[in-house]
């Protein structure tokens, strides 16, 4: 690089040179060329600095005097003829500056500079010349002599001799030294300095630092802040120091640490000799008296500047350090100790440094240090930052952790290294855990530490919420914690397929869940070691039968374990139990230790049983181990080692055992130990530390569970030895599987404490940021976490002050309004029901109960729920219209899509603000009441349920729950009659509206609610009016919806028209006092979608409730004109809803209020319908299901039973017949004989319907003989009451025309009832019935007109029955006897013409 600078200069010479000579026209003056100028300007500067010195160096020390010191001649010998040499050489080089020797022109200075009689005004000239000499660059590391130069000025700088004067001269000359210093370092030919002269610099620094303590603040300062420059340029260079080391080792040279090159200068050697004194820095102490003692403490200011220069030089060095062995290690072991030591035992300002230092460390060397940093957090932050430390010292350890989450990856990779790990502490779950417990206020103000908590609580959510998704914004990140299916070693740290992130991804998690396990089995063992191994199996932690390794780790790493039980199965006899103490002890590494440090860390882990076996077997392991590690020669076996480790414990107890009075003594523990090594003695010294050691230190022989929060030399030296086995940091990024288990751990402490802050904070910042915090929580939530929201929505709904039970509707109306806090958790609420309604469970009961409360405040808008889909028909379903509690319902139409985004949550928060500081403009204009109204708006509540098609099915579920359990009146207090009524009409709106919104999945979601409705019903206090009454009125708009698909399901229809049934049952009144509606729907669903009714379920519902609802007076035209269209049409009437018409026509026709032309054309429907009958009959159709009504009489289904199965026709005629019998016996004598007409229509066209014998004698049993008897008592009790003769004359003619009904049917179907083995039976009951009516009395004054008929029929049914051979005298038949007895008693008048040959 120097060669190329040269060689530009050279060019610009030569061209300012040919520049020169054509400028013909100046005169010829011989110009210099820049390279000439440059070394003219150097000579001259060097004569200047001569002249300088030596004019200081005659110059006497009289102010006044004008002549030369006597001591001129001494100079003139020595020191001014090399000055004087050097001028004489200045202005009449050989050759260039850069390439002489640099010896030649600073031997002068510096012979100047390490006299001892020269002034110090001279020795600061000589230092201020070498410093313009560095600055100017004159020589560099090419030139000749140059590392001899350099190294010279090293130690002319260091041995320099001041004349003693005046303190200001001599700082004056200190802080030329601390400048040239700087400027050799900084110097490009620095690169030649050796190690040494290296170190000498920052030493002679550190001297003057020293010095400058007593003296001027100025002094103190340069030499700080030349010793902090040195560091940096030092440990800038070191990433070239390493290249340069590494060319130089593959050139065959020696390795750089070892001393490096001596021709390439300094190493990495120097670098690490400074970080070593520098650490050493930390150790410095002074001495401090106090009532006549002395006490060492260390040196804060000295610390201080330690740190500092350790940060920097961590900063500028980098990741590189990691390349330097030695470095490394010494920032491993020798740095950490003593930061994590005086990290408990520092000023504020000390510990803030410490942690800034630690946190530089992480960002370049975390690969290196995952041990030691668990350990810094464990013994110092966490120590420092809980509860009972000053607060000083507190704030600052707890912006130490703040700092650390800050850091992109940190807390990912703290999950990932520890608290995934089941050997190591969960850093990040304690971390998230202590800000919890520090931020969690218990009464206002927050105090700072607070707050500060708070925020750092804030800035792990958040960062987790920023990662909890994948790259397409979403997460399927399965179920939590994950299923440990296999035994796999929990201490292994290994992935096997390391290199797949999906595989170590669940690696680490599979890590985690047996961490999770192995706490779980420790509470089992501390309560039962049976269940708590047993456990361990059941939960694939240790195999079956059990590995001794697997029992081993789990004793030796598992924390709060019972000390008492491991002791026990430690020392037992038993063949596993030896495995595992052996497997135990190899869990221990002792290397670098003395006998008894590893004795305590051996002791420490678990108690040490009473029995003695058992402590022989325990101390014989660790004799081994420890044999086999000794870091000398000390010991000739490891018998020696167990008689050691006994006396050991014999001395512990006597020593520190208060009930021992005489005391051992070191001569006598030395003496007790003679010939136990081999026959030999141990050393005299080891003894007696041994001795020592335990007399000062008691050894814990009964430790209980938990680790001390000391960290002493024996625990670090453990730790150093732990980190040689232990796999490196695991640098890692957030990965949405992690970020979800993460909050996990700290979910429930963080929603706790975050709605402790909302609560008794009055910052609106503070409540703003918990209202942020809130949403982030509910967006890591979402992915898994369902319960955690659930807790969240509780939390922060209490303070909405909706759901105090206690407060009336003002103190309430009050609060809300004077109070910024319960409008902040409204809106926040009801923003993540929109935001994050997916992944809400139990929460919305808590929504429900604060809308519903909002609902009695009248605070909610108009319409809860807008529209989606304005009307275009004037035949619009009126579920388009306005319901009693003002929610609009939406369109039938799907809802598909989400346009809920996060920018919708700040942008309405942001609305929120902007309303709240117009708080007073507004209440002037409008009051509270239209402030009120407006936030609401901003919460958007309508979006909840319209958009509730995009619940997954558990959380529409668990709505719909809530919405029917609230209507139901669980969890509420109603003041009033009309309040119930309208909360309850107001939650099965909102019901009916997510229905709607997801009837595209109606049978996957309904038959849960109707569970829900069955179980409400049988709460102890429930009112079933008004809930039936708008659940049937909702349900029937549902219905509609799902009749009105083009695609309906059978499915959807049945669930709907059971639970419709199920409503109406609980209270039949409801029919009554929602007919109008009901029968508004219904009549709907048959002229608009009969052909979509396809289950008998539906079809029985729909024709029931038509009949029952259609009765009152304001009804029965609507529910007559829509059963008359759906019977007259008959294209929708089929075998399977038959019998339900018949009935319900058979209800509207015997009503009193329906019109006689109404009546008339039902009875005729009625009949008319026999010929679909006939048609299905000759069509050859199976019976399709059970189509008897409920209303159906007990001996129509009696006799029904009779009939087969197959022949359906003939069950739905009798059905007919019966329900026409039925109609001749109401009061109207019109309908009566319209009936008995319309059943002989329908006789008659059921002649093709191929009635059997048994078939026609059932009908006359159930029908024709039913309808005579019961015309002929009611006949008879009209002829009993007063003045009811005109009653009786009409029922009289009715029943005539039944005895001709009779008369027909039977000479219509004489020839199959003939046949039929009953028929004697079947004729007796006939003449029976003539003979009834033949003497019916109707009263003494009342001459009946069936006197009259009677002999006309029997004459017409003999007679036929004569023609057809039926009545005639046979052997072994008595049907003529019967006949002619009959009729001599009946009609004796008859009897000559109908039997003349009996005559």
Not at 814 to 819: C, E, I, K, L, T
């Given at each position: 690089?120097?060669?190329?600078?040269?060689?530009?200069?050279?060019?610009?010479?030569?061209?300012?040179?040919?520049?020169?000579?054509?400028?013909?026209?100046?005169?010829?003056?011989?110009?210099?060329?820049?390279?000439?100028?440059?070394?003219?300007?150097?000579?001259?500067?060097?004569?200047?600095?001569?002249?300088?010195?030596?004019?200081?160096?005659?110059?006497?020390?009289?102010?006044?005097?004008?002549?030369?010191?006597?001591?001129?001649?001494?100079?003139?010998?020595?020191?001014l003829?090399?000055?004087?040499?050097?001028?004489?050489?200045?202005?009449?080089?050989?050759?260039?500056?850069?390439?002489?020797?640099?010896?030649?022109?600073?031997?002068?200075?510096?012979?100047?500079?390490?006299?001892?009689?020269?002034?110090?005004?001279?020795?600061?000239?000589?230092?201020?010349?070498?410093?313009?000499?560095l600055?100017?660059e004159?020589?560099?590391?090419?030139?000749?002599?140059?590392?001899?130069a350099?190294?010279?000025?090293?130690?002319?700088?260091?041995?320099?001799?001041?004349?003693?004067?005046?303190?200001?001269s001599?700082?004056?000359?200190?802080?030329?030294?601390?400048?040239?210093?700087?400027?050799?370092v900084?110097?490009?030919?620095?690169?030649?300095l050796?190690?040494?002269?290296?170190?000498?610099?920052?030493?002679?620094?550190?001297?003057?630092?020293?010095?400058?303590?007593?003296?001027?603040?100025?002094?103190?300062?340069?030499?700080?802040?030349?010793m902090h420059?040195?560091?940096?340029?030092?440990?800038?260079?070191?990433?070239?120091?390493?290249?340069?080391?590494?060319?130089?080792?593959?050139?065959?040279?020696?390795?750089?640490?070892?001393?490096?090159?001596?021709?390439?200068?300094?190493?990495?050697?120097?670098?690490?000799?400074?970080?070593?004194?520098?650490?050493?820095?930390?150790?410095?102490?002074?001495?401090?008296?106090?009532?006549?003692?002395?006490?060492?403490?260390?040196?804060?200011?000295?610390?201080?500047?330690?740190?500092?220069?350790?940060?920097?030089?961590?900063?500028?060095?980098?990741?590189?350090?990691?390349?330097?062995?030695?470095?490394?290690?010494l920032i491993?072991?020798?740095?950490?100790?003593?930061?994590?030591?005086?990290?408990?035992?520092?000023?504020?300002?000390?510990?803030?440094?410490?942690?800034?230092?630690?946190?530089?460390?992480?960002?370049?060397?975390?690969?290196?240090?995952?041990?030691?940093?668990?350990?810094?957090?464990?013994?110092?932050?966490?120590?420092?930052?809980?509860?009972?430390?000053?607060?000083?010292?507190?704030?600052?350890?707890?912006?130490?952790?703040?700092?650390f989450?800050?850091?992109?990856?940190?807390?990912?990779?703290?999950?990932?290294?520890?608290?995934?790990?089941?050997?190591?502490?969960?850093?990040?779950?304690?971390?998230?855990?202590?800000?919890?417990?520090?931020?969690?206020?218990?009464?206002s103000?927050?105090?700072?530490?607070?707050?500060?908590a708070?925020?750092?609580?804030?800035?792990?959510?958040?960062?987790?919420?920023?990662?909890?998704?994948?790259?397409?914004?979403?997460?399927?990140?399965?179920?939590?914690?994950?299923?440990?299916?296999?035994?796999?070693?929990?201490?292994?740290?290994?992935?096997?397929?390391?290199?797949?992130?999906?595989?170590?991804?669940?690696?680490?998690?599979?890590?985690?869940?047996?961490?999770?396990?192995?706490?779980?089995?420790?509470?089992?063992?501390?309560?039962?070691?049976?269940?708590?191994?047993?456990?361990?199996?059941?939960?694939?932690?240790?195999?079956?039968?059990?590995?001794?390794?697997?029992?081993?780790?789990?004793?030796?790493?598992?924390?709060?374990?019972?000390?008492?039980?491991?002791?026990d199965?430690?020392?037992?006899?038993?063949?596993?139990?030896?495995?595992?103490?052996?497997?135990?002890?190899?869990?221990?590494?002792?290397?670098?230790?003395?006998?008894?440090?590893?004795?305590?860390?051996?002791?420490?882990?678990?108690?040490?049983?009473?029995?003695?076996?058992?402590?022989?077997?325990?101390?014989?392991?660790?004799?081994?181990?420890?044999?086999?590690?000794?870091?000398?020669?000390?010991?000739?076996?490891?018998?020696?080692?167990?008689?050691?480790?006994?006396?050991?414990?014999?001395?512990?107890t006597?020593?520190?055992?208060?009930q021992?009075?005489?005391?051992?003594?070191?001569?006598?523990?030395?003496?007790?130990?003679?010939?136990?090594?081999?026959?030999?003695d141990?050393?005299?010294?080891?003894?007696?530390?041994?001795?020592?050691?335990?007399?000062?230190?008691?050894?814990?022989?009964?430790?209980?569970?938990?680790?001390?929060?000391?960290?002493?030399?024996?625990?670090?030296?453990?730790?150093?030895?732990?980190?040689?086995?232990?796999?490196?940091?695991?640098?890692?990024?957030?990965?949405?599987?992690?970020?979800?288990?993460?909050?996990?751990?700290?979910?429930?402490?963080?929603?706790?404490?975050?709605?402790?802050?909302?609560?008794?904070?009055?910052?609106?910042?503070?409540?703003?940021?918990?209202?942020?915090?809130?949403?982030?929580?509910?967006?890591?939530?979402?992915?898994?976490l369902?319960?955690?929201?659930?807790?969240?929505?509780?939390?922060?709904?209490?303070?909405?002050?909706?759901?105090?039970?206690?407060?009336?509707?003002?103190?309430?109306?009050?609060?809300?309004?004077?109070?910024?806090?319960?409008?902040?958790?409204?809106?926040?609420?009801?923003?993540?029901?929109?935001?994050f309604?997916?992944?809400?469970?139990?929460?919305?009961?808590?929504?429900?109960?604060?809308l519903?409360?909002?609902?009695?405040?009248?605070?909610?808008?108009?319409?809860?729920?807008?529209?989606?889909?304005?009307s275009?028909?004037?035949?619009?379903l009126p579920?388009?219209?306005?319901?009693?509690?003002?929610?609009?319902?939406?369109?039938?139409?799907?809802?598909?899509?989400?346009?809920?985004?996060?920018?919708?949550?700040?942008?309405?928060?942001?609305?929120?603000?902007?309303?709240?500081?117009?708080?007073?403009?507004?209440?002037?204009?409008?009051?509270?009441f239209?402030?009120?109204?407006?936030?609401?708006?901003?919460c958007?509540?309508?979006?909840?349920?319209?958009?509730?098609?995009?619940?997954?099915e558990?959380?529409?579920?668990?709505l719909?729950?809530?919405?029917?359990?609230?209507?139901?009146?669980?969890?509420?207090?109603?003041s009033?009659?009309?309040?119930?009524?309208?909360?309850?009409g107001?939650?099965?709106?909102?019901i009916?509206?997510?229905?709607?919104?997801?009837?595209?999945?109606?049978?996957?979601?309904?038959?849960?609610?109707?569970?829900?409705?069955?179980?409400?019903?049988?709460?102890?206090?429930f009112?079933?009016?008004?809930?039936?009454?708008?659940?049937?009125?909702?349900?029937?708009?549902?219905?509609?919806?799902?009749?009105?698909?083009?695609?309906?399901?059978?499915?959807?229809?049945?669930?709907?028209?059971?639970?419709?049934?199920?409503?109406?049952?609980?209270?039949?009144?409801?029919?009554?006092?929602?007919?109008?509606?009901?029968v508004q729907?219904?009549?709907?669903?048959?002229?608009?979608?009969?052909?979509?009714?396809?289950?008998?379920?539906?079809?029985?519902?729909?024709?029931?409730?038509?009949?029952?609802a259609?009765?009152?007076?304001?009804?029965?035209?609507?529910?007559?004109?829509a059963?008359?269209?759906?019977?007259?049409?008959?294209?929708h009437?089929?075998?399977?809803?038959?019998?339900?018409?018949?009935?319900?026509?058979?209800?509207?026709?015997?009503?009193?209020?329906?019109?006689?032309?109404?009546?008339?054309?039902?009875?005729?429907?009625?009949?008319?319908s026999?010929s679909?009958?006939?048609?299905?009959?000759?069509?050859?159709?199976?019976?399709?299901?059970?189509?008897?009504?409920?209303?159906?009489?007990?001996?129509?289904?009696?006799?029904?039973?009779?009939f087969?199965?197959?022949?359906?026709?003939?069950?739905?005629?009798?059905?007919?017949?019966?329900?026409?019998?039925?109609?001749?016996?109401?009061?109207?004598?019109?309908?009566?004989?319209?009936?008995?007409?319309?059943l002989?229509?329908s006789?008659?066209?059921?002649?093709?319907?191929g009635?059997?014998?048994?078939?026609?004698?059932?009908?006359?049993?159930?029908?024709?003989?039913?309808?005579?008897?019961?015309?002929?008592?009611?006949?008879?009790?009209?002829?009993?009451?007063?003045?009811?003769?005109?009653?009786?004359?009409?029922?009289?003619?009715?029943?005539?025309m039944?005895m001709?009904?009779?008369?027909?049917?039977?000479?219509?179907?004489?020839?199959?009832?003939?046949?039929?083995?009953g028929?004697?039976?079947?004729?007796?009951?006939?003449?029976?019935r003539?003979?009834t009516?033949?003497?019916?009395?109707?009263?003494?004054?009342?001459?009946?007109?069936l006197?009259?008929?009677?002999?006309?029929?029997?004459?017409?049914?003999?007679?036929?029955?004569?023609?057809?051979?039926?009545?005639?005298?046979?052997?072994?038949?008595?049907?003529?006897?019967?006949t002619?007895?009959?009729?001599?008693?009946?009609?004796?008048?008859?009897?000559?013409?109908?039997?003349?040959?009996?005559e």
């Open positions: 690089m120097a060669k190329a600078r040269d060689q530009n200069e050279g060019e610009e010479d030569e061209a300012a040179e040919e520049e020169g000579n054509s400028s013909s026209c100046q005169p010829k003056i011989k110009k210099l060329s820049k390279r000439k100028k440059k070394e003219l300007g150097i000579s001259c500067m060097l004569n200047t600095e001569v002249g300088a010195v030596i004019a200081v160096m005659r110059r006497s020390n009289d102010p006044y005097s004008q002549f030369i010191s006597p001591n001129e001649e001494i100079y003139d010998s020595t020191l003829y090399s000055l004087k040499s050097l001028r004489s050489l200045i202005f009449n080089p050989q050759r260039e500056w850069r390439i002489v020797d640099p010896s030649i022109y600073l031997s002068p200075f510096l012979d100047v500079i390490q006299s001892d009689e020269i002034p110090a005004a001279a020795t600061g000239v000589a230092l201020s010349a070498i410093l313009k000499i600055k100017l004159i020589f560099d590391e090419e030139t000749p002599g140059a590392k001899e350099i190294n010279s000025i090293i130690t002319g700088i260091t041995n320099c001799r001041l004349e003693m004067t005046d303190s200001t001599e700082d004056a000359v200190l802080m030329r030294v601390l400048q040239v210093l700087a400027g050799i900084k110097n490009r030919a620095s690169i030649l050796s190690d040494h002269s290296v170190c000498t610099i920052v030493n002679t620094c550190f001297q003057i630092v020293q010095k400058s303590a007593s003296r001027g603040d100025l002094l103190q300062r340069n030499a700080r802040h030349t420059e040195l560091i940096q340029t030092i440990f800038a260079r070191l990433p070239e120091i390493e290249d340069r080391d590494r060319e130089s080792t593959d050139t065959g040279f020696d390795d750089a640490e070892n001393g490096g090159n001596l021709d390439s200068g300094y190493s990495a050697h120097c670098a690490v000799d400074i970080f070593q004194f520098l650490c050493s820095l930390l150790n410095v102490v002074e001495i401090t008296e106090t009532d006549g003692s002395t006490t060492p403490n260390s040196d804060e200011d000295v610390q201080l500047f330690a740190l500092v220069l350790i940060n920097s030089a961590i900063e500028l060095s980098g990741d590189g350090i990691a390349n330097h062995t030695k470095l490394l290690k491993q072991d020798e740095l950490f100790y003593h930061l994590i030591y005086y990290g408990t035992r520092s000023s504020p300002l000390v510990l803030s440094m410490i942690c800034s230092t630690v946190l530089n460390i992480y960002h370049f060397l975390r690969r290196s240090i995952r041990l030691q940093l668990e350990a810094f957090f464990t013994f110092v932050l966490f120590k420092v930052a809980s509860w009972g430390s000053f607060p000083q010292l507190q704030e600052v350890a707890l912006e130490g952790i703040i700092s989450c800050r850091q992109p990856t940190f807390i990912i990779e703290m999950y990932v290294n520890y608290d995934c790990d089941p050997l190591c502490r969960n850093i990040f779950e304690d971390i998230g855990r202590l800000l919890c417990k520090i931020a969690f206020p218990l009464s103000p927050l105090t700072s530490l607070q707050i500060q708070f925020q750092g609580l804030v800035v792990i959510v958040h960062t987790l919420a920023d990662n909890v998704e994948d790259e397409n914004g979403s997460s399927s990140i399965g179920p939590y914690p994950l299923a440990i299916t296999e035994y796999k070693p929990f201490w292994l740290e290994k992935c096997d397929n390391g290199y797949d992130l999906d595989s170590w991804i669940e690696f680490v998690r599979l890590r985690k869940a047996q961490k999770k396990k192995i706490l779980i089995a420790a509470n089992h063992f501390n309560r039962d070691e049976k269940k708590g191994l047993e456990y361990l199996k059941i939960a694939n932690l240790v195999p079956d039968p059990p590995e001794p390794k697997a029992l081993a780790y789990f004793y030796r790493y598992t924390p709060g374990l019972d000390k008492i039980a491991i002791g199965y430690l020392g037992d006899p038993g063949e596993l139990h030896i495995q595992v103490l052996k497997e135990f002890t190899e869990t221990f590494d002792f290397s670098g230790m003395i006998l008894d440090t590893a004795l305590r860390t051996f002791l420490e882990t678990f108690r040490l049983p009473g029995e003695s076996q058992k402590i022989h077997r325990i101390l014989e392991a660790f004799s081994e181990k420890f044999y086999d590690q000794q870091s000398s020669e000390i010991f000739v076996s490891k018998d020696a080692v167990f008689i050691l480790c006994y006396s050991l414990i014999m001395l512990n006597d020593q520190h055992n208060p021992v009075k005489k005391k051992m003594t070191e001569e006598e523990f030395i003496r007790n130990n003679r010939a136990i090594n081999g026959g030999k141990l050393p005299r010294e080891y003894l007696s530390d041994l001795f020592q050691s335990i007399a000062n230190n008691a050894i814990t022989l009964f430790g209980q569970s938990g680790s001390s929060l000391e960290m002493d030399q024996r625990r670090w030296i453990e730790l150093i030895n732990k980190t040689k086995v232990m796999e490196p940091f695991i640098l890692c990024d957030f990965e949405c599987h992690l970020a979800r288990d993460m909050f996990a751990s700290i979910a429930g402490t963080s929603v706790a404490t975050l709605a402790a802050i909302f609560e008794h904070s009055d910052e609106d910042d503070i409540l703003h940021e918990c209202v942020e915090g809130m949403f982030l929580v509910a967006k890591i939530c979402q992915f898994g369902e319960d955690t929201l659930d807790e969240l929505i509780a939390s922060f709904c209490k303070f909405t002050t909706l759901l105090n039970p206690y407060a009336s509707a003002e103190e309430t109306l009050y609060a809300f309004s004077n109070d910024l806090k319960p409008r902040m958790a409204t809106l926040a609420a009801f923003t993540i029901g929109n935001k309604g997916k992944s809400i469970r139990g929460g919305w009961r808590t929504i429900v109960d604060c519903l409360k909002l609902k009695r405040l009248k605070l909610l808008p108009q319409s809860v729920i807008e529209p989606n889909m304005a275009t028909s004037s035949t619009d579920m388009h219209s306005k319901s009693e509690s003002g929610v609009i319902f939406p369109s039938l139409e799907h809802v598909s899509g989400n346009n809920r985004q996060s920018s919708g949550m700040i942008g309405r928060f942001s609305q929120f603000l902007s309303l709240d500081s117009s708080e007073d403009s507004l209440v002037q204009s409008g009051g509270e239209e402030h009120n109204l407006k936030i609401i708006q901003q958007r509540i309508s979006n909840i349920f319209n958009n509730s098609t995009n619940l997954p558990e959380s529409l579920l668990n719909g729950r809530s919405l029917i359990f609230a209507a139901a009146g669980k969890g509420q207090k109603f009033t009659p009309v309040e119930e009524e309208e909360t309850v107001f939650c099965w709106d909102l009916i509206t997510i229905t709607l919104a997801n009837i595209h999945r109606f049978s996957t979601f309904w038959p849960i609610f109707h569970d829900y409705l069955l179980l409400v019903a049988q709460f102890p206090l009112s079933p009016c008004p809930f039936s009454e708008k659940a049937i009125v909702g349900m029937f708009k549902v219905c509609l919806k799902l009749l009105g698909s083009y695609q309906s399901e059978k499915i959807s229809e049945e669930l709907i028209f059971k639970s419709i049934t199920l409503m109406w049952k609980l209270d039949k009144e409801i029919l009554d006092s929602c007919c109008e509606s009901i729907a219904l009549g709907k669903i048959l002229t608009e979608y009969p052909a979509n009714l396809q289950t008998q379920t539906g079809w029985k519902s729909v024709l029931h409730l038509l009949s029952v259609g009765r009152h007076p304001e009804t029965y035209e609507q529910g007559v004109e059963l008359i269209m759906l019977m007259s049409d008959g294209t009437v089929s075998r399977m809803n038959y019998g339900y018409c018949i009935d319900c026509a058979f209800g509207y026709a015997a009503l009193k209020i329906i019109p006689l032309d109404k009546s008339w054309q039902l009875i005729d429907l009625m009949a008319e026999t679909l009958l006939v048609q299905w009959f000759k069509n050859g159709y199976s019976d399709p299901g059970n189509y008897m009504s409920n209303t159906s009489n007990s001996s129509i289904e009696d006799g029904s039973k009779q087969n199965s197959s022949n359906f026709t003939t069950n739905l005629f009798v059905k007919l017949a019966d329900a026409l019998r039925k109609s001749s016996l109401v009061r109207r004598e019109e309908i009566r004989n319209r009936a008995v007409s319309a002989q229509r006789f008659t066209l059921a002649d093709e319907l009635f059997t014998s048994s078939n026609c004698i059932n009908i006359f049993n159930l029908v024709i003989f039913a309808m005579v008897d019961d015309l002929h008592e009611k006949t008879v009790e009209y002829s009993r009451r007063e003045n009811a003769e005109r009653e009786m004359r009409s029922m009289e003619g009715t029943f005539t039944a001709e009904l009779l008369t027909e049917v039977f000479l219509q179907f004489l020839v199959p009832l003939s046949q039929n083995s028929f004697r039976t079947f004729w007796l009951g006939v003449l029976r003539m003979d009516c033949m003497k019916v009395n109707l009263g003494d004054n009342n001459q009946s007109r006197q009259e008929l009677v002999p006309v029929l029997l004459k017409k049914l003999i007679l036929e029955m004569k023609e057809k051979e039926i009545l005639v005298q046979k052997e072994g038949d008595d049907l003529w006897e019967i002619y007895v009959q009729i001599q008693w009946t009609v004796p008048s008859l009897k000559e013409e109908l039997f003349p040959e009996e």
